[in-house]
C-alpha cells in the first residue's frame, strides 16, 4: 500500500521512468550505457515508492500508554522548555526519520484534539538543535484522559519541503490512526508530562503505531 498524499508524485516518476527506459532504447546504442541509464531509471522509481509506502499495522488502541507516531531513531529524550503551547518544561522525546524509513505520522494516543497549528520556516538538518523552533512545523496538542495533554510536533528537514497534518481543533482522533504525512527526511518531537515513563533509550529504532514510548499505571 501506498500513501495517498504520493500519489501524483509516484505517477510522475512513473511517467518518467517509462518514458526514459522507451527513449533510451530507441536513442542510445551503446549497450552498457542503455543499461545504466535504465537501471538508474528504475532505482529512481523504486526509491519514491519505498518512500511512500504506507504498511497497514494494527494498532490495540489504549489511553495508558503513548506510542511512536513515526518510524525512525530516537534521538533526544531530555527536559526541555516548551516555549509555545505549555510554556513551562516538559520531557522532549525525539524521532529522527530518515529518506528510507516511512513516513507516515500517527496519533500517539487517543483523544480530543486541543490545538492545531502550521508554522513555515527553515530547512535546517533535522537533527539541529534548533529545528525545533525554527523549521517548517505543526504542533499538535491531544488531551488524553491519563495523561493529560500531549504535543507533538511534525518538523521539516533539509529535504522536506511539505508537511500534512491532518489533526483539526476539536476532533476525537484514535491512536495509530493516520495523523498526516512529511515529505523526504524530518523528525517528530513528543512533549510529555514532566515523571512520564519512558520505554525507549537513545539510539533505538522505534516503529509508528507500534513502540510504546510511555506508559502510565
Known amino acids: 500500500m501506498f500513501h495517498k498524499e504520493g500519489a501524483k508524485i509516484i505517477f510522475i516518476a512513473l511517467a518518467i521512468t517509462v518514458g526514459v527506459v522507451i527513449l533510451s532504447d530507441q536513442f542510445?546504442?551503446?549497450?552498457w550505457l542503455l543499461k545504466?541509464?535504465?537501471?538508474?531509471?528504475?532505482?529512481f522509481?523504486?526509491?519514491?515508492?519505498?518512500?511512500f509506502r504506507n504498511p497497514k499495522r494494527y494498532v490495540d488502541a489504549a489511553d495508558h500508554v503513548i506510542i511512536a507516531p513515526v518510524d525512525g531513531k530516537v534521538v533526544?529524550?531530555?527536559?526541555?522548555?516548551?516555549?509555545?503551547?505549555?510554556?513551562d518544561k516538559r520531557l522532549q522525546v525525539s524521532i529522527f526519520m530518515s529518506p528510507i524509513n516511512v513516513h507516515v505520522?500517527?496519533?500517539?494516543?487517543?483523544?480530543l484534539v486541543k490545538f492545531s497549528k502550521y508554522h513555515p520556516g527553515k530547512y535546517l538538518v533535522a537533527w539541529h538543535p534548533k529545528a525545533s523552533e525554527e523549521n517548517e512545523r505543526t504542533t499538535v496538542v491531544t488531551e488524553n484522559s491519563y495523561f493529560g495533554e500531549i504535543l507533538y510536533r511534525q518538523i521539516a528537514g533539509a529535504l522536506a519541503r511539505r508537511i500534512v497534518n491532518y489533526a483539526?481543533?476539536?476532533m476525537q482522533v484514535v491512536q495509530g490512526t493516520d495523523a498526516g504525512f512529511i515529505k523526504f527526511g524530518s523528525r517528530v518531537?513528543?512533549?510529555l508530562p514532566l515523571?512520564?515513563?519512558?520505554?525507549?533509550?537513545?539510539?533505538?529504532?522505534?516503529?509508528?503505531g507500534k513502540t510504546v514510548i510511555a506508559t502510565k499505571a
Open 28 to 31: 542510445i546504442h551503446s549497450f
Open 36 to 43: 545504466a541509464i535504465q537501471v538508474i531509471a528504475l532505482i
Open 45 to 51: 522509481l523504486i526509491l519514491i515508492l519505498q518512500f
Open 76 to 87: 533526544v529524550i531530555e527536559e526541555v522548555f516548551e516555549p509555545e503551547y505549555f510554556k
Open 105 to 111: 505520522t500517527r496519533y500517539p494516543v487517543n483523544g
Open 168 to 170: 483539526r481543533e476539536g
Open 189 to 191: 518531537d513528543l512533549f
Open 195 to 208: 515523571g512520564t515513563e519512558v520505554n525507549v533509550t537513545l539510539g533505538q529504532k522505534a516503529i509508528g
